[in-house]
């Protein structure tokens, strides 16, 4: 495993943007995958995808937050008090869930009290929740705004259709490339493991494309051909909220099983589907962050949801079927309950497993229900 994807995928900070920052180049987070990083990147700059791995409490999320919330904006908001997010040059938000709403006013009050640790451009970007003419024009427009304000804010070069080309280029290269890979983990017996090809994933949310393609390409290029010894493990697909910690996979990992595919958001949520490259607008850019529709915070959609989870299970052979959801995540916790309905009434096996976000999880306990779980598959 290439050592520079493991320090992506583990820490907030990582060699990767060091280097991008000592040249000069700006960083701007991001927190959900609704977000068009084909903008950043044709501004010149780097879309960094904001997580809460490297904290082991909530002290200052619970302050602002309150108690009867996600645990995944409240360990953002952590990292961001406690300064691991000062290399930020400018961070985006969006009601990607009402949980994920308010760390924009959550993470703006904390900054009263908490010296330097909102960033100086901070912008809020509405995304619809349903797929009209109307709602693609004014997500269109949405876009626009952000991508005028991030360039005059930083006195950027304005965005032309070559660089927006250009971008776009590069992320479906990206995109393709995560395709390929997820290629190799349906195989019969994949040449990793779930939590190997998880941390190939994370690695492209923090670093730069241009510099995260190549080496994914290389990856997948060794990788090919090879096997691991993987064959007869009961192959899972794995569901539901926001994983973007290796913990989740480790934990069902180590009791025997294998994490072959996913439809998690830092997983093939965010790559699946391409923007066609014909015409480099933002109208092509937001038809293709509300046509991938299978984030619950779409309304209308559970039908071709079930279908694409259906899909990934025929292709990666799967034995069984993880739902899990963070505490007080509604939008998963409700949908798992449904995928749980017509998946078993269609003989495919699911157990729903509520935790904590990421690094605040029980691993323990989440390897006990897998367990239980597997010898039921047995």
């Keep these: 495993m290439n050592e520079i994807f493991i320090q992506a995928a583990n820490r907030v900070n990582n060699p990767a943007i060091e280097e991008w920052k000592a040249q000069g180049k700006k960083v701007i987070g991001l927190v959900c995958s609704h977000v068009p990083e084909e903008v950043i990147t044709a501004a010149g700059m780097f879309s960094y995808r904001l997580r809460g791995i490297e904290t082991d409490s909530t002290s200052i999320g619970d302050t602002y937050f309150g108690p009867f919330i996600c645990s995944c904006p409240k360990a ?25 709403r308010r760390l924009d006013e959550c993470w703006r009050k904390a900054g009263e009290d908490y010296a330097n640790i909102v960033p100086s451009f901070f ?56 395709m390929d890979l997820e290629a190799l983990r349906n195989a019969g017996d994949p040449p990793l493991s779930g939590e190997e090809a998880m941390t190939i994933i994370l690695a492209g949310t923090a670093m730069p494309k241009s510099v995260y393609n190549p080496m994914l390409a290389e990856t ?10 993987h064959a007869g493990k009961k192959r899972i697909l794995l569901a539901g909220s926001v994983v973007d910690d290796l913990g989740m996979f480790r934990a069902i990992e180590a009791e025997g099983a294998i994490v072959v595919a996913d439809t998690v958001c830092f997983g093939s949520r965010a790559y699946d589907g391409l923007v066609a490259e014909d015409d480099p607008s933002y109208t092509t850019l937001a038809r293709r962050y509300l046509n991938e529709q299978f984030c619950p915070r779409m309304f209308g959609y ?7 989870l259906k899909q990934k299970i ?65």
């Excluded at 953002?76 to 994920?100: H, K, P, T, W």
């Excluded at 559970?302 to 694409?308: G, W």
């Excluded at 052979?317 to 509604?330: A, E, T, Y």
């Design 123 to 178: 912008h809020y970007m509405g995304v619809p929740h349903k797929v009209t003419d109307y709602a693609i024009a004014w997500f269109a427009q949405e876009i626009e705004k952000f991508a005028l304000a991030l360039t005059e804010h930083f006195g950027a070069p304005s965005i032309t259709p070559d660089s927006l080309a250009a971008a776009i280029s590069l992320h479906n290269e990206s995109r393709r490339l995560l």
């Design 302 to 308: 559970y039908e071709k949801r079930l279908e694409v």
């Design 76 to 100: 953002i908001l952590e990292n961001a008090g406690r300064g691991r997010y000062n290399f930020l040059d400018g961070a985006i938000m969006v009601q990607a869930c009402d949980s994920m």
């Design 220 to 229: 997948i290029r060794q990788l090919s051909g090879k096997s691991a010894g």
């Design 314 to 378: 025929e292709t990666a052979k799967i034995d069984g079927v993880i739902l899990q959801n963070i505490r007080f995540c509604d939008l998963h916790g409700s949908e798992n309950g449904l995928f749980e309905r017509d998946l078993e009434a269609l003989g495919i096996p699911c157990i729903r497993v509520e935790r904590e976000y990421g690094p605040l999880g029980d691993e323990g306990r989440v390897r006990m229900r897998v367990s239980a779980f597997l010898e039921r598959l047995s």
